[in-house]
């Protein structure tokens, strides 16, 4: 069955420490990749996607993904954090038309 | 613009009694998701609408859950019988078009069941 990993459940960094959650999927096919955020007592956002094309995606606030296809992996970076970044950060593919959601990276940034 | 709205915003039910939950989508959304987050579990896809198109029910699970969409707009998610597992936050999403393509969500609807 197709999935989505987030290896990493929590991480814990320093303002202005570099970012990189990891996010790996199990499809052979076309893919469609997201990553959403849920900062604390909001709703979910996106922050960035991928469909098609430079596999180096940029979305908001500062933050960037990078497709690797023959990694199965869409790993989500930002070169410093900052501490209004703590956030709740899910992976998400679309795979044979149906949307799997990765558990979750809590993201606690210490000013 | 207004967002997605949901309600109830909590819902706090016994085992065995049938419960609803309420998506209002964004105005001239035509695709409309429903998402389960369980704790620890993550979101879980249940129930997508794309226009008058026959919804995706591939997530539902188990016959216990429906959802219809009236008008294409509101949407109303069903938990028949519910049980202790069910226990969640479930999630509506909107997109201006289908295809998956970006969603906005509502704030969600916490359901407890004792």
């Known amino acids: 069955a197709q999935s989505v990993s987030q290896h990493n459940h929590h991480v814990i960094l320093s303002e202005a420490a570099s970012l990189e959650l990891g996010c790996n999927y199990s499809y052979g096919g076309t893919v469609n990749l997201f990553w959403y955020v849920q900062y604390p007592g909001q709703h979910l956002q996106l922050l960035l996607k991928y469909f098609s094309g430079d596999p180096l995606v940029k979305g908001i606030k500062g933050f960037e993904a990078e497709f690797i296809k023959s990694k199965f992996s869409f790993n989500l970076r930002k070169p410093s954090v900052q501490w209004s970044d703590t956030a709740e950060y899910f992976c998400?593919?679309?795979?044979?038309?149906?949307?799997?959601f990765g558990t979750g990276t809590s993201l606690t940034v210490i000013p | 613009g207004a967002g997605v709205s949901q309600s109830p915003s909590n819902k706090v039910t016994e085992k065995g009694k049938d419960v609803e939950l309420r998506c209002d989508p964004i105005s001239g959304h035509t695709a409309l998701y429903w998402y389960r987050q369980s704790l620890g579990q993550g979101l879980e896809f249940l129930i997508y609408?794309?226009?008058?198109?026959?919804?995706?029910k591939s997530g539902l699970p188990s016959d216990r859950f429906s959802a219809e969409r009236t008008g294409g707009s509101v949407s109303t998610l069903t938990i028949q019988r519910t049980q202790q597992e069910d226990s969640a936050v479930y999630l509506c999403?909107?997109?201006?078009?289908?295809?998956?393509?970006?969603?906005?969500f509502g704030p969600g609807t916490r359901l407890t069941v004792l």
């Open positions: 609408f794309q226009g008058n198109s026959a919804p995706d």
């Open positions: 998400a593919v679309i795979a044979g038309n149906q949307f799997y």
């Open positions: 999403a909107s997109s201006l078009d289908g295809g998956w393509n970006t969603q906005y």
